[in-house]
């Protein structure tokens, strides 16, 4: 038991989350619950700040409380990022923004975001997937983007420790999708695309624009930024993307095909060379990937330390509440680091 006299001396970490869908929902419950346990035990106390949607917003430097979505929006005021990010650089203090949307405006001001001292956690690949002079700029700062990648997996910050510690990451590979892992896994059992992708929606497991996950755009998104992480300085278009969109008639033949060969089809995602490629790919049963079902992702990283027999990081790649708790654990690690 924690002695009086070793007990953390409390500070407040006020929290700016703009998204409160399903993610941003699922972090807020989630953080509501472990208050106690992390005032406690580490002597932070969370405070809610601000919310923000595409539409609306609410700013409370004294906290807004953990409750949800509707009540989150009694009091609002229509969304105006300007104002926001003022209140956020007057404030003073451990401060963290966490982006839980999928837009394009909110990665525009993270450079903004870290200048005024704040961390920055994020599950958009958007910020971190454009050209090679932003990435350096925003990864060089307080930012964590462990669910950009894999959810909840410690993808990230397993190739972070790889390269710090002198390795030198030769191949990445994988299904870094938990989408399209549960659409072709239904697509083995027989199920029409039509009905898969009508579950995985209802649970949670697409973009909000689910052709992000047919055209192969966030699979490659997620193999741009995980290349760069292992240090290689690549632009967007150094991914091919082939696209399943104009493929959704013959996935079904595709299949039948593989598996009379015996070997599994895939939605693969592959760097070496300093080339990267996202697209169906037919493989053995050894594979790591031949395994995957439902949501899972599976990482494979060959390295100069892993050469004979890649890591490999497997585990549910898709749903609001396991990219809610990674998100979770970048702000633990963006207060440990500020505090």
Same mark, same amino acid.
């Given at each position: 038991?924690?002695?009086?006299? *070793?007990?953390?001396?409390?500070?407040?970490?006020?929290?700016?989350?703009?998204?409160?869908?399903?993610? !941003?929902?699922?972090?807020?419950?989630? $953080?509501?619950?472990?208050? +106690?346990? %992390? /005032?406690?035990? &580490?002597?932070?106390?969370?405070?809610?700040?601000?919310?923000?949607?595409?539409?609306?917003?609410?700013?409370?430097?004294?906290?807004?409380?953990?409750?949800?979505?509707?009540?989150?929006?009694?009091?609002?005021?229509?969304? *105006?990022?300007?104002?926001?990010?003022?209140?956020?650089?007057?404030?003073?203090?451990?401060?963290?923004?966490?982006d839980a949307t999928a837009s394009n405006e909110v990665p525009a001001l993270y450079e903004r975001m870290l200048a005024?001292?704040?961390?920055?956690?994020?599950?958009?690949?958007?910020?971190?997937?454009? #050209?090679?002079?932003?990435? &350096?700029?925003?990864?060089?700062?307080?930012?964590?983007?462990?669910?950009?990648?894999?959810?909840?997996?410690?993808?990230?910050?397993?190739?972070?420790?790889?390269?710090?510690?002198?390795?030198?990451?030769?191949?990445?590979?994988?299904?870094?999708? !938990?989408?399209?892992?549960? %659409?072709?896994?239904?697509?083995?059992?027989?199920?029409?695309?039509?009905?898969?992708?009508?579950?995985?929606?209802?649970?949670?497991?697409?973009? #909000?624009?689910? *052709?992000?996950?047919?055209?192969?755009?966030?699979?490659?998104?997620?193999?741009?930024?995980?290349?760069?992480?292992?240090?290689?300085?690549?632009?967007?278009?150094?991914?091919?993307?082939?696209? $399943?969109?104009?493929?959704?008639?013959?996935?079904?033949?595709?299949?039948?095909?593989?598996?009379?060969? +015996?070997?599994?089809?895939?939605?693969?995602?592959?760097?070496?060379?300093?080339?990267?490629?996202? +697209?169906?790919?037919?493989?053995? #049963?050894?594979?790591?990937?031949?395994?995957?079902?439902?949501?899972? *992702?599976?990482?494979?990283?060959?390295?100069?330390?892993?050469?004979?027999?890649? $890591?490999?990081?497997? !585990?549910?790649?898709?749903?609001?509440?396991?990219?809610?708790?990674?998100?979770?654990?970048?702000?633990?690690?963006?207060?440990?680091? /500020?505090?």
């Amino acid at each position: 038991m924690m002695s009086e006299t *070793n007990r953390p001396t409390n500070a407040v970490l006020q929290l700016y989350l703009f998204g409160i869908g399903g993610v !941003g929902s699922e972090l807020i419950s989630q $953080l509501g619950a472990q208050r +106690g346990a %992390l /005032l406690a035990n &580490e002597g932070v106390e969370l405070q809610l700040a601000a919310v923000a949607t595409s539409q609306w917003m609410r700013v409370d430097p004294n906290g807004l409380g953990f409750e949800g979505r509707d009540t989150q929006q009694n009091g609002s005021e229509p969304v *105006n990022l300007d104002r926001l990010l003022a209140e956020l650089e007057r404030t003073s203090g451990p401060r963290v923004v966490i982006d839980a949307t999928a837009s394009n405006e909110v990665p525009a001001l993270y450079e903004r975001m870290l200048a005024s001292g704040a961390s920055v956690v994020t599950a958009n690949k958007l910020g971190l997937a454009g #050209p090679m002079a932003s990435f &350096e700029r925003i990864a060089r700062g307080r930012t964590f983007y462990e669910t950009t990648a894999g959810a909840g997996l410690p993808v990230v910050d397993t190739l972070l420790s790889l390269v710090r510690t002198g390795d030198r990451v030769e191949r990445i590979e994988g299904v870094f999708s !938990g989408t399209l892992g549960f %659409l072709f896994h239904e697509l083995r059992r027989g199920t029409p695309l039509s009905d898969a992708l009508e579950t995985a929606q209802r649970r949670g497991y697409t973009e #909000p624009d689910p *052709n992000e996950d047919l055209s192969g755009s966030d699979v490659a998104r997620k193999l741009l930024i995980l290349a760069r992480t292992a240090g290689h300085a690549l632009e967007p278009e150094a991914i091919e993307v082939e696209s $399943l969109v104009p493929l959704r008639d013959s996935l079904e033949s595709r299949f039948r095909e593989a598996t009379s060969r +015996g070997e599994t089809l895939c939605y693969l995602a592959s760097f070496e060379h300093g080339r990267g490629r996202v +697209g169906l790919a037919s493989v053995d #049963p050894s594979h790591p990937a031949a395994s995957v079902t439902g949501t899972d *992702n599976v990482f494979a990283f060959t390295t100069a330390r892993y050469s004979d027999s890649p $890591l490999v990081i497997r !585990g549910s790649g898709a749903g609001t509440a396991v990219t809610a708790a990674g998100l979770f654990a970048d702000i633990l690690k963006a207060w440990r680091e /500020l505090s």
